[in-house]
């Protein structure tokens, strides 16, 4: 048994700074929490000017993270550098050099996750990473602790903050893609380079994660397919929404069928009624469903310093209680298999959809249409045709929803109209679940 914990943070940005506040704010809960004592010993920025602060907190400020990784004192090293090479070799250093992880770096744990748990088990060590998912919302210990007793058939989740936030404006507002995108930039809730966001890469990520911890094993984000908010336009929202009482929603879908899992990542159609449909803003939500508990349903703010820092600090507490009670590293936290699961291709899916085409306004248009449709076994549920609208220059758009057909099918389909002359814009395509 240990008497104290202490604690290297590394990376004093936004959430770094946070962490620091709360443990000093709530230090006489947490300890209490704890079991023990536990401070921060020393911390590390590459910004020479961030020593100011640390000493307004009275600890050790180095520019090299190597001092905090090399001290034998340091229990824990709380990762939190961002999305840099460097922050793979953080956490294998620490690891390899007798010290706990706790990090909220999503893009390395899920491009590493053999090599870091591995590592961990090997040396008997802790790696928590609940930041790195949604922030606040606690998902990762919900599935891994409280879910423990269930096999987790399947995971529904707006995992990004930053296309949720733009999709809402532009429902609520009527506003195209590029406007929403400037709001969220200048409401904080965007970078100044989104594509990680907006291309579906960061909700990839934690996917995989998320997906890794369900089935004990390593579900690489390169094998999911993956889809971004780019191309949606604001007809298809005003037509989803007033004439079919739906929402569209950039998901993160995972589930396990028969020794194999379906992973994508794409902009979703749910009706009004879907637990997830009233997820709004900066919001994430995640629906996870157990064989034995059923639909089990986490919310919460999935980005800003204090929500990820809150993570951070209950990481620190579970690891130092742990550390304190003498069973840090007996039992592993990540129960990682070297077995695989094959991903089932997206072709062979199947899903309903939601088509919209622009063409010319002229007999014989639908028909031709729905012909090629049914030669590949897509059946249309039902047809909405408008009058020629004033942003589709004057073209007319008929918009279908298709009954639960192969995603191969669709594609084959789709790209056999595209070559028809009365076809004047891309058909539009959504999968509804």
């Excluded at 709001?183 to 994660?209: H, W």
């Excluded at 908010?229 to 079919?244: A, G, N, S, Y």
Aim: hydrophobic share 40%.
């Amino acid at each position: 048994m240990a008497d104290v914990v202490k604690i290297g943070l590394i990376g004093l940005g936004t959430v770094g700074s946070a962490v620091l506040q709360i443990l000093k704010t709530n230090r006489s809960v947490i300890e209490q929490r704890v079991g023990g004592k536990i401070f921060v010993k020393a911390v590390c920025d590459k910004k020479k000017e961030k020593e100011n602060f640390a000493k307004r907190h009275k600890v050790a400020f180095y520019t090299d993270w190597r001092k905090i990784v090399n001290d034998p004192e340091i229990d824990i090293v709380v990762e939190l550098v961002g999305n840099v090479p460097e922050a793979r070799d953080i956490i294998l250093w620490s690891l390899e050099h007798n010290k706990h992880v706790v990090s909220a770096n999503k893009s390395i744990i899920s491009k590493h996750w053999e090599e870091i748990f591995t590592l961990a088990n090997k040396n008997n060590k802790l790696v928590y990473f609940e930041a790195s998912v949604c922030a606040g919302i606690p998902i990762i210990q919900g599935i891994n602790e409280g879910l423990a007793g269930n096999n987790i058939r399947s995971i529904v989740g707006i995992l990004n903050g930053t296309t949720n936030y733009i999709l809402t404006t532009m429902s609520k507002n009527n506003v195209d893609f590029g406007t929403a995108l400037r709001i969220a930039q200048k409401r904080g809730f965007a970078e100044a380079d989104p594509s990680l966001d907006i291309d579906g890469v960061d909700t990839a990520q934690k996917l995989a994660i998320l997906s890794s911890i369900c089935y004990n094993t390593w579900i690489k984000y390169e094998d999911i397919y993956c889809e971004g908010i780019r191309e949606v336009d604001k007809v298809d929202l005003e037509f989803i929404e007033k004439e079919f009482g739906m929402v569209l929603k950039l998901f993160g879908i995972g589930k396990f069928r028969e020794g194999a899992v379906e992973v994508h990542v794409h902009p979703t159609l749910i009706p009004k009624t879907h637990p997830l449909a009233n997820v709004d803003n900066e919001y994430n939500a995640v629906l996870v469903y157990g064989d034995n508990v059923g639909d089990v349903l986490f919310y919460g703010r999935g980005a800003g310093g204090r929500a990820a820092a809150s993570a951070i600090v209950s990481d620190v507490i579970y690891i130092s209680r742990h550390i304190i009670y003498g069973t840090a590293g007996k039992i592993p936290y990540i129960v990682y298999q070297r077995k695989k699961y094959s991903v089932i291709p997206m072709s062979d899916l199947s899903f309903c959809y939601y088509l919209r085409f622009t063409v010319e306004d002229k007999p014989g248009v639908l028909a031709k249409i729905t012909e090629i449709l049914g030669n590949n076994k897509v059946s249309i549920a039902s047809i909405y045709q408008k009058e020629p609208l004033l942003e589709l220059h004057k073209l007319v758009p008929i918009v279908m929803l298709t009954h639960l057909c192969k995603e191969k099918n669709l594609m084959d389909a789709l790209q056999q109209i595209s070559h028809l002359k009365i076809l004047k814009k891309k058909a539009v395509y959504y999968r509804i679940i």
